[in-house]
């Protein structure tokens, strides 16, 4: 670990001096890249000290304590000692999840698409109600969101919605919440009293900046037409709204939130190029997922991955059998605890392949 942590440190000494060279700064992606590892890099220097402080004070204390020609600084000694004992394994942990090597994909912004599943009318309610706990959830991180479309259901809620979340690692956050999310409870409409379940699928997907994905225009077919929903005349009688189709793979993209044209058509390319993105980026997920068989992020869409059951107040995460009778706080927004407890899961599994590296 100590050699680790020497590499670790040359590297931060080399990223601190690259940050302020003239070139650099004036090439802004770079930039921000380099500083993003800084700051990483930064964190575990930190540690890295404190634990090397404490293997010191720890070969100090014994090189006291065998000598013993002074009986208090031996009393001193073992307390140390002792103090050192605990402290450096509980750093030792913390290092080698901070040297578990990150996903790049972790720092992005993400788009995030809600579909309404089976249920009919209560399905895009629930819908709704998925919506509602995201955007709770990304205002308590200080994170933006952005609705890209959306078609409302006959009852409320949504039949699908679309919408990004910016902000710092996103995606690595919620990156947990790809799948199947099931709901039990009795619907408005039900006379009887009958709990039903209604499903609503949810999709994470790494926004794409664009030099991750290369469109060509040649390759995109534009479609304008009125937009549809509430909004008045200049949203149902202007060829607002845009669609747009990669004639490659036939993936599409649409926008209508905006009445204007070209923001319309701003925001589908953002969709259209994190949708061609995601294609690519679910063929890694399936294979990293082969490798350490993980059950957390493998990429899997049609996987069952969390229940809602209201006459309950419960809420299980069927992947890591985690369950908690919290369900009114979590449906509105307070989802830390099963997004803490899915990253702990992940490293866990990460820990166990990068073992024997570490």
């Known amino acids: 670990m100590l050699d680790k942590l020497r590499i670790i440190k040359q590297r931060f000494d080399e990223v601190s001096d690259l940050i302020i060279q003239p070139d650099i700064i004036t090439d802004q992606k770079r930039y921000v890249k380099l500083n993003k590892e800084y700051k990483d890099l930064k964190n ?42 605990e402290k450096t394994p509980k750093l030792e942990e913390e290092i080698k999840l901070m040297l578990i090597p990150k996903d790049p994909e972790d720092a992005k912004n993400v788009v995030l698409e809600i579909r309404a599943g089976t249920g009919g009318d209560e399905a895009s309610i629930f819908a709704g109600d998925l919506y509602r706990m995201y955007t709770k959830f990304a205002s308590d991180k200080g994170w933006k969101v952005e609705l890209e479309d959306f078609s409302e259901g006959t009852s409320g809620g949504f039949k699908e919605i679309i919408f990004s979340v910016s902000g710092e690692d996103v995606y690595g956050t919620m990156k947990f919440e790809s799948g ?36 060509k225009m040649s390759d995109i077919r534009v479609d304008y037409y009125c937009a549809s929903g509430p909004g008045g005349q200049s949203v149902n009688t202007t060829y607002s709204a845009v669609r747009l189709t990669h004639i490659p793979t036939g993936i599409a993209a649409q926008c209508q939130d905006q009445k204007s044209q070209h923001k319309n058509k701003d925001k589908a390319f953002k969709v259209l190029r994190t949708r061609i993105y995601e294609v690519e980026l679910e063929k890694k997920l399936k294979e990293d997922s082969e490798k350490r068989n993980s059950l957390v992020s493998s990429g899997d869409r049609s996987a069952k991955i969390r229940t809602y059951n209201y006459p309950q107040g419960r809420v299980t995460e069927h992947r890591i059998g985690l369950t908690l009778y919290d369900l009114s706080n979590i449906i509105n927004g307070d989802i830390h605890k099963i997004v803490d407890e899915l990253k702990l899961h992940e490293n866990a599994e990460k820990l166990k392949a990068t073992d024997d590296v570490i």
Request: charged share 30%.
């Open 44 to 85: 575990l220097v930190d540690i890295g000290d404190e634990y090397k402080s404490a293997l010191r004070n720890l070969e100090e204390a014994k090189e006291i304590i065998a000598d013993g020609s002074d009986s208090e600084m031996v009393e001193m000694a073992k307390m140390e000692m002792q103090e050192a004992n």
């Open 180 to 215: 199947v999310h099931r709901v039990q409870r009795v619907p408005q409409t039900e006379t009887q009293g009958r709990v039903h379940t209604s499903a609503a699928t949810v999709m994470v997907l790494p926004e794409a900046e664009e030099f991750d994905i290369d469109l």
